[in-house]
């Protein structure tokens, strides 16, 4: 009885407990707080993380960086399921529509209703940014991160965000340039010529092959060479973290590209209050698109994509990247010049606010995949305990959920749950077959 009143066992006050869950809660959402950190550290320091500032941020993270990201995917996706995934023609169509002709569609029909408002408010070069940031392909490093974290098919969006690079570096300048024709009424953004898109192509291919390619082989053959030592890196030095770091430091280099040119000092608060609000609605509308185009109602269940493979088209379709759209600005009007920085505030913070979007998003994402794997895990456990099905059955539905409990103790990323999900649905089918 003494130790049940003793102060060890009295409940802790509730300042402490208040306490202790704004420090918890603040621990889960680190990385929307580190976003703000580094969004704040590039206002007041523009040049420490702009691209040839202090810490050269054009090589140390625009290599670097994304290259750890990448390397930390080699090191855990299995090269079977990158085979396997690449063949994923159904996934690769989809997204790519959605990210090649839909969004850009749908970005300059709303930069032409806008520019047909005639608001003096409104600065002209800031519909061309609109335009651009429609045109160009999904980011490199944020979907894979993104799709880690909801239990998505990560090894699918490695392949989507490798295609649609390749495809926009060629796809997103035709597409600018038709879009910004003389017909269009916005050919005053149109001053592209030869030279400098032969720049952007080299540039974008040395950026896919140092920060993507090249970190992804040597992940993959270490992980051949060193399986065993691999999980345990990955598990001991939580490397997936270290990836959502390194995502945190691409996001600071771009504004602070953006506020050392001056961009957000150069156009009127109203612009920029509207482009904000109409990239929220851009990436929430295209995310719905890219679902609707996984899962259309109106389809049988056999012909939608899986839930993890849902999620990695709507991370991957809806994001567009800073990485192919500030060189093709730079490329187009020149470094030197004024456009710049008009035409670059509508990328740079959707670049920043997807980020965001996809955070709160990504939460729901995870809790709409764990829901479909803890009740196919349960109906396993119920065919179990009834003796329902043939005994080599069994055996695989036993080791699905062996599978899946081994991954919600040890598991670092949300590939396992894919593996996981798949031997279930391996034994639900066999279920049904029966």
Not at 46 to 65: C, L
Not at 147 to 173: C, H, Q, Y
Not at 308 to 316: E, G, H, N
Not at 323 to 349: E, H, K, M, R, T
């Amino acid at each position: 009885m003494a130790a049940e009143t003793s102060p060890e066992g009295k409940d802790k006050p509730k300042a402490v407990k208040f306490l202790l869950k704004v420090f918890w809660f603040l621990v889960s959402e680190w990385f929307v707080i580190g976003m703000g950190v580094f969004i704040a550290l590039a206002y007041k320091f523009p040049t420490v993380a702009k691209n040839y500032g202090h810490i050269r941020a054009d090589i140390s993270i625009q290599y670097g960086a994304v290259a750890i990201i990448f390397l930390i995917s080699g090191l855990n996706i299995p090269r079977q399921k990158l085979v396997t995934q690449a063949a994923h023609w159904q996934a690769h169509i989809v997204t790519q529509v959605i990210s090649f002709l839909v969004t850009p569609a749908i970005a300059f029909g709303f930069a032409s209703a806008i520019r047909a408002s005639n608001n003096p408010n409104i600065n002209e070069w800031i519909l061309v940014g609109i335009i651009i940031t429609g045109c160009t392909p999904t980011t490199v490093s944020s979907n894979v991160v993104m799709t880690r974290e909801a239990r998505g098919n990560e090894s699918l969006s490695l392949i989507e965000v490798s295609i649609g690079n390749i495809m926009g570096a060629f796809i997103t300048p035709a597409l600018v340039q038709m879009f910004l024709s003389k017909h269009t009424g916005f050919a005053y953004g149109n001053p592209t010529n030869s030279i400098s898109l032969q720049s952007l192509y080299a540039r974008v291919m040395k950026q896919l092959g140092i920060g993507v390619f090249i970190p992804l082989f040597v992940g993959q053959v270490i992980q051949f060479v060193f399986p065993n030592q691999t999980k345990w890196v990955l598990t001991k030095f939580k490397l997936a973290k270290v990836g959502s770091f390194c995502l945190l430091l691409i996001i600071w280099s771009s504004f602070s590209n953006s506020f050392a040119s001056g961009a957000f000092e150069t156009v009127s608060h109203a612009s920029v209050i509207m482009v904000c609000f109409l990239n929220v609605g851009f990436y929430l509308l295209f995310t719905a698109i890219c679902f609707l185009a996984a899962r259309f109602p109106g389809l049988s269940e056999k012909y939608h994509f899986s839930r993890p493979d849902t999620v990695s088209i709507m991370l991957c379709g809806a994001a567009k990247t800073v990485a192919l759209g500030v060189p093709l600005i730079n490329a187009q009007y020149g470094s030197s010049s004024d456009a710049v920085g008009y035409a670059s505030i509508a990328l740079v913070l959707y670049q920043g606010e997807q980020i965001l979007v996809a955070q709160v998003l990504v939460p729901i994402f995870r809790g709409w995949i764990e829901r479909e794997i803890e009740a196919k895990k349960l109906q396993v456990q119920a065919d179990l305990e009834k003796k329902t099905l043939p005994e080599e059955d069994l055996s695989v539905e036993a080791q699905a959920v062996s599978d899946e409990k081994q991954h919600e103790s040890t598991s670092t990323s949300g590939y396992s749950s894919d593996t996981g999900e798949a031997s279930v649905v391996a034994g639900s089918e066999s279920t049904e077959k029966k």
